[in-house]
């Protein structure tokens, strides 16, 4: 069982900054994608931004050139860093490790951490 523990969320002016930590139990960078989601109030989940095993990245459209995600094998840690914050970011923010293999797959999730931008 593999538990993932997200830190970092807090209370932010728009135009400001934060950055998110995702600390794994255990080291499963080698095999799980690693994976940022949003929930805001009233609307479904929200896919943020991947990080594969091979360290590929990508991002949701609209977070592209102001989040950044990266991660520390040797922490066990991914990160997400978020610049130039809007009210729309808004959000609790969840961490994802997803691992897909034939005909089935294996996640696992954070409790996520609430992020608040004001303008």
């Known amino acids: 069982q593999v538990q993932l523990v997200e830190s970092g969320g807090g209370l932010v002016q728009a135009g400001g900054s934060l950055r998110l930590s995702c600390a794994a139990s255990?080291?499963?960078?080698?095999?799980?994608?690693m994976r940022w989601w949003r929930q805001a109030p009233g609307k479904q989940r929200e896919w943020v931004a991947v990080i594969t095993s091979g360290g590929t990245t990508n991002y949701a459209d609209s977070m592209k050139g102001r989040f950044t995600i990266s991660r520390d094998n040797a922490k066990n840690t991914v990160y997400l860093q978020m610049n130039s914050l809007k009210p729309e970011d808004t959000a609790v923010y969840y961490c994802?490790?997803?691992?897909?293999?034939?005909?089935?797959?294996?996640?696992?999730w954070g409790q996520g951490t609430q992020v608040t931008v004001f303008s």
């Open positions: 994802n490790a997803h691992f897909r293999y034939t005909g089935s797959s294996s996640d696992y």
């Open positions: 255990t080291n499963i960078f080698s095999i799980y994608a």
